[in-house]
């Protein structure tokens, strides 16, 4: 499972002209789920997205999570963070979940998310989705299970 978390001062997704998620400060996970992944994957991944410290201090350094800051989690699926990009150029998503499987692994996170937290909003899975994002930093970081 692959995720690509940004700090953000304020994100939304929209859907057909409708805001279907939208946080303040916090962090937007793009969420992208491979072939061999499963819940324990996901369980890791969600973890770290909630604990990882990229929020400042009183001094100015990375040494505050989420919820330290008790901030927001808008979580997008984004199939594309799957795709191998070494050969050619066009990406292969040869690696990638099902959509099936991908929905449902998507599904669990945003149901474990909300279990854990108390600010969660989603896109919409397998949507064409237009993201807006105000990136905190900008800091952004790659993080897999």
């Known amino acids: 499972m692959k ?3 940004q700090r953000v001062r304020q994100a939304s997704v929209t859907v057909d002209g409708n805001v279907v ?5 916090g962090i937007l996970l793009l969420l992208g ?9 996901a369980d890791k ?6 604990n990882y410290r990229i929020f400042s201090d009183a001094d100015g350094k990375m040494n505050r999570s989420l919820q330290d800051i008790n901030g927001g989690l808008l979580i997008v699926s984004q199939f594309t963070l ?3 990009t070494r050969k050619g150029l066009r990406p292969s998503f040869s690696s990638g979940a099902s959509p099936a499987e991908g929905e449902r692994l998507y599904d669990y996170v945003v149901q474990q998310a909300r279990a854990q937290w108390q600010d969660v909003a ?6 064409d989705m237009q993201v807006a994002l105000v990136n905190d930093g900008p800091v952004t970081f790659w993080l897999e299970s």
């Not at 789920?33 to 994957?41: I, S, T």
């Not at 991944?45 to 909630?50: G, S, Y």
């Open 3 to 5: 995720g690509l978390i």
């Open 21 to 25: 998620g939208s946080i303040g400060p």
């Open 33 to 41: 789920v491979e072939k061999e992944d499963d819940e324990a994957r």
């Open 45 to 50: 991944l969600l973890q770290k997205a909630l």
């Open 82 to 84: 799957v795709a191998d």
């Open 122 to 127: 989603t896109g919409t899975f397998g949507a």
